[in-house]
């Protein structure tokens, strides 16, 4: 999501011990050490706490993340004040005859506790010298000061999951796992962005979209933790009945907040439809429901009543009854109403069918004025395709449900629903996002900086589905009789 500028990267010297046998002294097991130099970094945008293997480099002034080998990625575990997830399964080069993998390394001990201690009192150190407190908001390291950080905003707070780095590709060993079943997706929070990056937060109206985890109904009533995970579900899970999705604030993986831009609207409907159902189908759907509830003589009784019914005109329903089954035999349609004139009596009527879903369509223009904004619309339109893409599991035997959103329209920049717009009952998927890089019919960029040539424009065209119907109980729920609703 950010730029490799934006990284720090800084070095920790870890003891590894292991067990060799000497050639003298009658071959007894000692107890040998080897110094590794492990390089870490921290994104400065996203608060992504990573550890990388040693290049050789002594400089890392000039060391960028992609020139490095990721080896874990540190994310936080409720319950826990959080662990490292080894990304790949290869031994870490070292001086030792028996490399070891990230997981032995940090679990040797160094004499003051193990190598995992000493690597979390660095990189708390390093976060809280190197970053300020709107960068420290991202981390949820233990240790980071967070004293003056807005407690509103999402950090990397996320269920446990075994996070994979999403360059890496499953593995023959990845598929026997039996974590094989766990989403190929980040580790941490996307971050907070902001366009305008100048955008008044509280005194301006805006929309606000909330990247949060896809839970089925059933998930959000046990309030499953990991549901990056394919999980079998119990017979309770399907027969339960669920009145609505939940989200809380720890499931938040990300934020974008953006200007109102037009046009702004939604269209609420339900299904209805046109339906009828004539004398031969009553007469059947008698006899059937007749049968079910009085066996023979129900079936029996309800016919004989539909005859009663029509007693006066038995004669004419005989011989209408007579050429519509004719027609039927002989594939001619409407031949009663060829003969007769007529037709059954339809017994039309407009039904109610069921709730319907609704969709919106946002247009969001996006014109970076300068470097710094430019690279927050990439990390925007970035952060959308990202968070719509569908998950793979490591052994690649599931596809998960991408991210969803919640999207709410903010009024005054407060956390307060806009009191005057149709509210969006969360959360969304994102159907179909457009993203247009010459909106202007030309192909026109900024003269390249660090960052290069950014496009001059972009326009992003998105359509978003309601997971959820509305219902009557939807808006009784608001209590106040003066704001639109949904």
């Known amino acids: 999501m950010a730029t490799e500028s934006q990284v720090i990267l800084k070095k920790v010297n870890l003891v590894y011990k292991y067990q060799q046998r000497s050639s003298g002294d009658r071959g007894r097991v000692k107890t040998r050490t080897s110094h590794v130099n492990v390089i870490y970094g921290v994104d400065k945008r996203t608060g992504v706490v990573t550890a990388y293997q040693n290049n050789g480099n002594s400089d890392l002034s000039n060391t960028k993340p992609s020139d490095l080998t990721a080896v874990a990625i540190w994310g936080p575990t409720r319950g826990k004040s959080g662990s490292w997830t080894q990304l790949r399964s290869e031994p870490i080069p070292t001086s030792a005859p028996n490399d070891p993998t990230w997981n032995e390394l940090i679990e040797s001990s160094n004499g003051n506790g193990t190598n995992e201690d000493v690597f979390n009192k660095n990189i708390k150190q390093a976060v809280n010298e190197d970053l300020n407190a709107d960068q420290r908001k991202l981390v949820n390291f233990p240790g980071v000061n967070q004293e003056s950080v807005d407690t509103d905003a999402p950090t990397s707070d996320q269920p446990t999951s075994e996070e994979t780095d999403k360059s890496t590709v499953a593995s023959d060993e990845d598929i026997k796992n039996p974590n094989a079943n766990i989403a190929l997706v980040r580790g941490t929070s996307f971050g907070v962005f902001t366009y305008p990056k100048e955008l008044p937060m509280k005194v301006s109206d805006l929309m606000q979209f909330q990247i949060v985890e896809y839970k089925t109904l059933s998930q959000s009533r046990k309030d499953q933790s990991n549901t990056n995970q394919v999980q079998t579900p119990s017979a309770s899970d399907i027969i339960s009945p669920i009145l609505k999705r939940t989200t809380v604030k720890k499931d938040i993986k990300g934020t974008i907040n953006l200007a109102i831009q037009p046009p702004l609207s939604d269209t609420n409907g339900v299904n209805w439809t046109d339906t009828g159902i004539n004398l031969v189908q009553l007469g059947i759907a008698a006899g059937a429901l007749g049968f079910i509830q009085g066996g023979i003589e129900g079936a029996s009784g309800a016919i004989n009543s539909m005859t009663d019914t029509a007693a006066g005109s038995s004669e004419s329903i005989r011989k209408a009854l007579q050429t519509y089954f004719a027609g039927k035999a002989s594939q001619t349609s409407n031949l ?132 959820d119907p509305i219902y009557a109980d939807d808006y009784v729920a608001l209590g106040n009789e003066n704001v639109i609703g949904y």
């Open 336 to 467: 009663l109403s060829r003969l007769t004139g007529s037709v059954l009596n339809p017994n039309l009527e407009t039904l109610f069918e069921g709730p319907r879903t609704r969709s919106f369509n946002y247009q969001f223009q996006f014109t970076p004025r300068d470097e710094k904004e430019a690279v927050e619309v990439r990390s925007i339109i970035r952060t959308f395709k990202e968070a719509m893409a569908i998950k793979r599991t490591v052994g690649l035997g599931f596809l998960k449900a991408p991210y969803v959103f919640n999207i709410r329209y903010l009024y005054k920049g407060e956390n307060v629903d806009h009191p005057y717009i149709g509210r969006v009952k969360g959360p969304c998927a994102l159907k179909d996002m457009q993203t247009d890089y010459t909106p202007e019919g030309s192909y026109m960029t900024y003269e390249g900086g660090k960052d290069g040539g950014s496009m001059v424009k972009y326009t992003v065209t998105m359509v978003f589905q309601e997971l």
